[in-house]
């Protein structure tokens, strides 16, 4: 098994590592680095027009890289964050196309996980799309995503903490709150939380 300060030496120099979440495993790199995001874009296969998220360690961090965020968010972040939610915002300048495709929005995810939180925090902000080539079904077992991306990526294992379920995304960018994917956390527990959520 790899160690983090194997993984971490590879992430400051600018490469891709596979590392769990508290869902499952993703492939993260820095994301403020335009090579290293292409490096993990080249390795999913994944089209140059999907964005990516940014992996982030705190509320301050969201409003760093967002804008127009609305009056509930840091409750939002209180009731669900780390955790298996993902926030979409309008995205400000500091966002580089590259991450978000040129849109106008960039989505945000805090992985409850204390390695990979632990990495955000050090090399954040990160990318860190699900560990598996585009199309295919994000991954949960470590050894499989190794094979996958062709033995050219090393990694954390930590098949235990893994769930197999995708976060909720939520989109908050518009003038009503849009669940975009349905994960873990559903639309009931979000409203019992955040009765402000307009849907």
């Known amino acids: 098994m ?116 632990e990495l955000i925090r050090e090399y954040g902000p990160l990318i860190g799309p699900s560990a598996n080539l585009s199309g295919r079904a994000s991954g949960t077992n470590f050894k499989d995503i190794i094979e996958q991306l062709g033995n050219q990526v090393i990694g954390v294992a930590d098949d235990p903490a893994i769930q197999g379920l995708d976060s909720t995304i939520l989109d908050l960018s518009g003038d009503r709150a849009i669940i975009l994917r349905q994960g873990t956390i559903s639309k009931e527990a979000l409203l019992e939380a955040v009765p402000e959520l307009n849907f």
């Open 2 to 117: 790899v160690d983090k300060a194997a993984v971490a030496k590879i992430l400051a120099a600018g490469g891709a590592v596979v590392l769990p979440t508290e869902t499952v495993y993703g492939l993260f790199a820095k994301a403020l680095n335009q090579q290293a995001v292409e490096r993990v874009y080249d390795l999913k296969q994944r089209p140059l027009d999907k964005a990516m998220n940014l992996n982030v360690a705190s509320l301050e961090d969201i409003l760093a890289y967002s804008k127009d965020q609305p009056v509930y968010l840091a409750k939002l972040y209180q009731a669900f964050l780390p955790g298996p939610l993902t926030i979409i915002l309008k995205a400000n300048d500091k966002v580089p196309s590259w991450v978000n495709s040129g849109l106008s929005t960039v989505g945000f995810r805090l992985p409850d996980h204390p390695l990979t939180r």
